[in-house]
């Protein structure tokens, strides 16, 4: 049977197929009336012309067809009885209880498909279409009827069984939500900075109006010679290498026997709100590594970055060997952008009027409020993220459970206006730090070309903040010996990933050949069990020295003790 056959088909059946195509008309004339500038949520500004777009009519006469089958399909299915959709968001057993709501969830489910499909369809520059297919996901992801009280099966089912308390703690949540001014993901009143996440043993030995320089308590009786500086993103606080100690990287590193210092960045506030790019690596990358030399006494580091950190620590390498200088004896960039020709979805939000907007907005002072980052990244994905805790804690009353990771990512940080805007012009929007000599950060020309070390390179597989390409794109720029490990999961996850868990999978190239792009690199690599950690150990522990005696004290000479790690600059809030 078609949807055409309709002697087929009851009249109300027929009453339904006109009321769902008229709607499909309906979004689709709102779909040509989107205002795609503003498709940047959070974080975009105008632009100065609306995108050219159209429709093939033929992709759009098969989408109208299909959907026309799908929807007589769902109403002859509702006829027979309530068919729970396969979306987690419906999954409970209320759902498929109740043939209003399961029905509403599908028909949803079939209009956002078939707006999908709308934009998929869209004819016009791939940045255009990839902003349309991002604006109709937060469309879609907003208007689903689980985020209604009035449409949710199971936050009324359990309205009815606790007799109105889920909806009244629901309404004390929200309130309190509103009062701290974000979405609580996890009982945030169950964790202490110093206290139960970020627990390495530890002392802040130098501190300037930028960070603080933490030196790690030895876990072993000797040490190797060449200290290892982790540098960690300033869009975030370290101590997301440092949650608990059976997933530190920064434990694991001591426990491997390297002297370990960590930049913790200063939250800013408005005294750092002039502050730039070119602060950040002088007075803030740049110091730590010689700082770090000056305690130990060691001519050469190893060194890490991790995100934005290793795009930090890439330019200030750069830097360094502009002047000649190379202390830096290895370094290693974890899910880290030095190319940004792939930005992945990020890449929705930058054009040259939303840089033109953010340079005049905060270019010559101002912050970038933390929130407004955390927001951002959140919508990257809306339904995991955003609506999942709207719906259990406003809808449903409850409170989430203690989850360390999730307490990191609400604790935002601040970026100084300057800093900010012109990372996203010389980064996201026009690439300049792999064009040689094109940027000039304290007073150099960068060019990655010169920064001729031993480097490690790491990128995760579902990573939506620095996709895979992204970072595999590093080894096409540095010059040094290269050693390239893809680890399975996203950004966060696919780091963070003990040993001692054996999780997830990471793959290596045995041949150490880097073939121009991902795919070919992939196509020659082997895929092994458990976590990337302990090949990158080895990989350090190759470059690291001899092995001396532990120091007894923190610092040296005039840098000593301040006060215990994880040091009070952590600790400030946005």
């Not at 501190?207 to 290892?228: C, G, H, R, S």
């Not at 060997?321 to 190379?326: H, Q, T, V």
């Not at 094109?438 to 790491?458: A, S, W």
């Amino acid at each position: 049977m078609t949807p055409d056959s309709q002697e087929f088909w009851p009249q109300s059946a027929q009453q339904f197929q006109q009321t769902l195509s008229e709607g499909w008309i309906k979004a689709f004339q709102s779909f040509q009336n989107m205002d795609l500038g503003s498709a940047g949520a959070p974080l975009a500004a105008p632009t100065s012309k609306p995108p050219q777009i159209r429709f093939s009519p033929e992709k759009l006469q098969e989408l109208q067809q299909q959907y026309l089958k799908d929807a007589a399909g769902l109403w002859m299915k509702s006829l027979q009885g309530a068919t729970p959709p396969s979306d987690k968001r419906f999954a409970a057993q209320a759902w498929s209880a109740n043939p209003v709501a399961a029905f509403s969830a599908a028909a949803y489910l079939l209009n956002a498909r078939t707006l999908m499909g709308m934009a998929d369809a869209v004819e016009t520059d791939p940045k255009t279409r990839a902003r349309i297919r991002f604006a109709v996901e937060q469309l879609t992801a907003a208007a689903a009827p689980s985020n209604f009280l009035a449409f949710n099966a199971e936050a009324q089912e359990k309205a009815i069984e606790t007799k109105g308390e889920s909806i009244a703690k629901g309404v004390q949540n929200m309130l309190h939500d509103l009062r701290q001014g974000h979405v609580s993901m996890t009982d945030e009143s169950v964790f202490e900075v110093g206290k139960n996440v970020a627990t390495t043993e530890g002392a802040v030995v130098f501190e300037n109006d930028l960070f603080q320089l933490i030196e790690y308590k030895p876990l072993t009786a000797k040490v190797f010679e060449k200290p290892f500086l982790l540098v960690p993103p300033c869009i975030n606080k370290f101590y997301i290498l440092d949650l608990q100690p059976e997933n530190s990287l920064i434990r694991y590193a001591v426990s491997q026997g390297h002297r370990t210092f960590v930049v913790s960045w200063r939250n800013p506030d408005a005294s750092l709100a002039h502050k730039t790019w070119d602060d950040y690596i002088e007075d803030a990358v740049i110091k730590a590594i010689a700082v770090t030399q000056d305690i130990t006494a060691a001519k050469t580091i190893n060194a890490l970055g991790f995100c934005v950190g290793g795009t930090m620590l890439g330019t200030a390498l750069a830097v360094l060997a502009a002047r000649g200088e190379k202390p830096v004896a290895s370094a290693t960039f974890l899910t880290s952008l030095l190319d940004f020709t792939d930005t992945g979805i990020l890449d929705v939000f930058i054009d040259e009027s939303f840089v033109k907007y953010r340079e005049k907005e905060m270019g010559k002072g101002g912050l970038m409020k933390g929130q407004d980052l955390s927001s951002t990244f959140s919508f990257l994905r809306p339904n995991d993220l955003v609506w999942n805790y709207v719906v259990g804690n406003y809808l449903k009353g409850e409170t989430p459970p203690p989850f360390d990771l999730l307490y990191w990512n609400s604790d935002s940080t601040n970026l100084p206006g300057p800093f900010y805007a012109w990372y996203l012009r010389n980064t996201y929007l026009e690439n300049n730090l792999v064009k040689p000599g094109k940027t000039v950060v304290c007073g150099e020309k960068v060019d990655l070309r010169t920064v001729d070390m031993p480097v490690y390179i790491y990128g995760s597989r579902e990573d939506h903040i620095v996709p895979i390409g992204g970072a595999y794109a590093s080894t096409q720029h540095l010059p040094g010996k290269k050693r390239f490990v893809m680890g399975a999961s996203g950004h966060i996850a696919g780091v963070i990933n003990p040993p001692a868990k054996n999780k997830r999978s990471h793959w290596i190239r045995e041949d150490g050949k880097l073939p121009k792009t991902h795919a070919d690199w992939l196509a020659g690599a082997t895929e092994y069990p458990g976590s990337w950690w302990t090949d990158w150990a080895q990989w350090l522990k190759a470059h690291a020295g001899k092995q001396i005696p532990a120091p007894k004290t923190y610092g040296k000479g005039k840098y000593k003790a301040i006060e215990a790690a994880p040091g009070r600059y952590v600790k400030a809030k946005a």
